[in-house]
């Protein structure tokens, strides 16, 4: 149930140009009745309230992760944890996977995610050959960070039915050795052939993984989130019996796969703004390309080292224009997932055509990442009025696996959020986790410092103060979703989401934000974390 809350005696960053700072908020029934000072703010507060006294802490609107996936959130706290955090080599790999073998069943699958080969010490996948070592009696996939390569082992192999015949995908690659075996590293639509094996969840372990992905984004301060995929109607119901519950924790923004889902939305009515203000229908979505970790983003020019190698289509291009225009013209926004520039430059074509051959007004299709980008396709994506969704932490994480594939001298503008906002771009800011971690304040962090995880450099030119980069995760999440009118400010009628971090954000050195706490998160009036 909505709940009635006052907050007093703070440094709060309303994000409203009206009133841009703040040291009280009153919510009643779940919605914001005032914004201002705490005399007045109290007044306003309906007799009974709860009280935080902020204490001189920093207030923001609710976070809003405009691109992530919490299902797969859920799924990755139970499954091996291959941070490059914590795992250093193949060894340190090798190790995780041999005492998970020894305590579970022979025939068990095991899956593990988060390496990165760009930061293991021997600069390499692993293969199957290594896993084949640690667990030769279950199958193992290891999924890299990005989640568009992985590797299996030899067991994993056998199920799939991929041998040295076995033909690469148009999507995807299978990697092999100088004799033509499968090396166990399946790129884009090779990975499917292994992932399509995993055992499917049930709608109650769906539900659980989204109550646990809940907290974790709670924990962060993030009160809204889009869920990049849904293509199973067990993942809608899940969501479903969640809210008839009042038992989800997070708001959502759901992205239907297009091949899985459209007809049957379309046939009954259904398309982007359906729901309400805890899960509505969103963006129809595809994949245009892969990742630039996998050498997979299509490109213009070729990746470093490769003179042949552009990277990869998911489909035919011709076939990616025909999926949009279904979508545009059933009503749905689209969002396209698009790296590489060549990708970015298909979509903006696609959506050009769309528009031209059914106008639209404000249709606000996305970019999902639209990561290399130079002035030229800025000005496209500026003219088509077209949302990027930049992974604002993605060069923290990233950031030799892009310089070692695409060299320093294409990474200028990656998620360059000071070009986008010198091109009057709204950009809405993302972590696509559990690709990297759920933790906001590191993508603030990265966009205000634009400094890798160990402190080094990559463009300081594309730095922004603190207030645009909160902007770019509060107000900029909520206009990507068509929510701007209910969430993404600090202000009367709005909805009373909001984060208190544990300090003045003003007072702390740019390269610490990463590491600040947040002492509560307040959804709907209600204190649903507290530090």
């Known amino acids: 149930m909505p709940g009635d809350l006052l907050l007093v005696n703070g440094r709060v960053r309303t994000m409203d140009p009206a009133n841009p700072a703040a040291s009280a908020v009153a919510i009643r029934m779940g919605r914001i009745v005032y914004v201002g000072d705490d005399a007045e703010a109290q007044a306003a507060a309906a007799p009974g309230s709860a009280v935080i ?23 990755a706290l139970r499954d091996l944890d291959l941070s490059p955090e914590r795992n250093a080599t193949i060894a340190d790999l090798q190790a995780l996977v041999r005492t998970a073998a020894g305590n579970r069943l022979a025939g068990s699958w095991l899956l593990g995610r988060g390496y990165d080969d760009a930061r293991l010490a021997e600069r390499r996948h692993p293969t199957r050959a290594d896993l084949d070592a640690v667990a030769p009696e279950h199958p193992v996939l290891l999924l890299r960070m990005c989640h568009h390569i992985g590797v299996a082992n030899s067991a994993a192999l056998r199920l799939a039915g991929i041998t040295h015949e076995t033909a690469d995908p148009e999507d995807g690659l299978f990697d092999r050795d100088a004799h033509g075996e499968p090396t166990g590293v399946l790129r884009e639509g090779a990975l499917s052939a292994v992932q399509a094996l995993l055992p499917e969840p049930d709608e109650a372990e769906i539900m659980a993984a989204l109550e646990a992905a809940g907290r974790e984004f709670l924990r962060h301060g993030v009160t809204s989130a889009v869920e990049a995929i849904v293509r199973d109607p067990r993942q809608l119901r899940a969501y479903q019996r969640l809210r008839e519950r009042e038992a989800l924790p997070i708001r959502t923004y759901l992205m239907m796969i297009i091949d899985e889902t459209l007809d049957d939305l379309v046939s009954l009515g259904i398309r982007t703004g359906f729901g309400d203000e805890w899960v509505r229908i969103g963006p129809a979505k595809l994949f245009s390309d892969g990742s630039i970790g996998g050498r997979t983003a299509r490109m213009h020019a070729p990746y470093e080292g490769e003179p042949e190698n552009f990277g990869l289509w998911m489909m035919p291009p011709e076939e990616l224009k025909a999926k949009v225009r279904r979508a545009h013209d059933a009503g749905f926004q689209v969002g396209i997932h698009a790296i590489g520039d060549a990708a970015i430059d298909l979509v903006l074509d696609a959506y050009a055509e769309a528009q031209v051959a059914n106008p639209r007004p404000d249709a606000r299709h996305r970019i999902e990442h639209c990561s290399i980008v130079d002035d030229r396709i800025l000005g496209r994506i500026r ?16 950031r030799d696996a892009y310089v070692t594939n695409l060299g320093e001298w294409r990474i200028g503008q990656t998620y360059g959020m000071r070009s986008f906002a010198r091109f009057g771009i709204t950009a809405a800011a993302s972590t696509d986790a559990p690709v990297v971690p759920v933790n906001a304040l590191a993508g603030i962090q990265t966009m205000v410092t634009r400094r890798d995880i160990l402190g080094r450099p990559c463009n300081l030119e594309e730095a922004i103060p603190l207030d645009d980069a909160l902007r770019a995760y509060t107000v900029n999440g909520a206009y990507a979703s068509f929510e701007e009118g209910i969430k993404g400010m600090l202000k009367s009628g709005l909805l009373g989401d909001i984060t208190i971090f544990e300090t003045d954000l003003a007072t702390v050195d740019p390269n610490d934000l990463a590491s600040v706490g947040v002492d509560y998160t307040v959804v709907a009036g209600k204190v649903v974390y507290e530090g």
């Open 383 to 398: 003219d088509l009025g077209v949302v990027p969704i930049p992974g604002t932490s993605f060069l923290r994480h990233f």
């Open 53 to 75: 006294d902020l204490a001189g802490r920093t207030a923001t609107p609710g976070l809003n992760d405009a691109h992530a996936h919490p299902m797969g959130v859920g799924f």
